[in-house]
């Protein structure tokens, strides 16, 4: 999980999935074992996702990722961009 450039408000949210092998040693990792999971976020990006809560939705319209940053400024209408 990551934040890179680009979006309507000038930073955009990126999941994705990697390897142990792709974990950098200042990368910041959550183990949520009963699922089975972990979280990795670059150390970059820890700036700006720091307090971040991530809910998901199976909603039929409007479901998936939901992120709720309270370092965001300013975010658009679809929820996976932001300013700072």
Do not use: H, Q, W
């Not at 994705?16 to 074992?33: A, K, P, V």
Request: charged share 25%; proline share 1%.
């Amino acid at each position: 999980m990551g934040v890179r450039n680009g979006g309507c408000s000038g930073l955009s949210y990126v999941m994705d999935f990697s390897t142990e092998e792709d974990i950098g040693e200042e990368d910041e990792i959550d183990e949520y074992l009963t699922e089975g999971i972990k979280c990795v976020v670059d150390a970059k990006s820890l700036l700006y996702l720091y307090g971040l809560e991530l809910d998901y939705s199976d909603e039929l319209i409007g479901g998936g990722f939901k992120f709720f940053n309270p370092n965001a400024e300013e975010s658009c209408g679809c929820g996976s961009s932001f300013g700072v």
